[in-house]
Nanobody, 122 residues
């Protein structure tokens, strides 16, 4: 069974940092473009980052560009999201999913993680 499991969420003060992890299993990690998504209460889910499995290029949403950095570790089959300069607007449930490149063009995702909650206090 294809699975993605997130971890690393929690409560952090504004201006702080967190690193989220996304562990993959049940599929060939390098065959999928892994992305990070978030959904805040009362808002639609948004794609915040996506790294191409073909060329390694990473795209970020304007809302997080310059503050968040995504990376992957093929040996560990894990994706990461390093978040800096967090503000209350970043409060959301963060999920990883695949294939984010395919999602960009079709709106379809094959596998989702359950998500990890991030709360940023002012």
């Amino acid at each position: 069974e294809k699975q993605l499991v997130e971890s690393g969420g929690g409560l952090v003060q504004a201006g702080g940092s967190l690193r989220l992890s996304c562990a993959a299993s049940g599929f060939t990690f390098d065959d999928y473009a892994i992305g990070w998504f978030r959904q805040a209460p009362g808002k639609e889910r948004e794609r915040i980052s996506c790294i191409s499995n073909s060329n390694g290029i990473t795209h970020y949403a304007d809302s997080v560009n310059g503050r968040f950095t995504m990376s992957t570790d093929s040996a560990k089959k894990t994706a990461y999201l390093q978040m800096h300069s967090l503000n209350p607007e970043d409060t959301a449930v963060y999920s990883c999913a695949a294939d984010c490149t395919y999602f960009y063009s079709t709106g379809i995702l094959e596998v989702w993680g359950q998500g990890t909650s991030v709360t940023v206090s002012s």
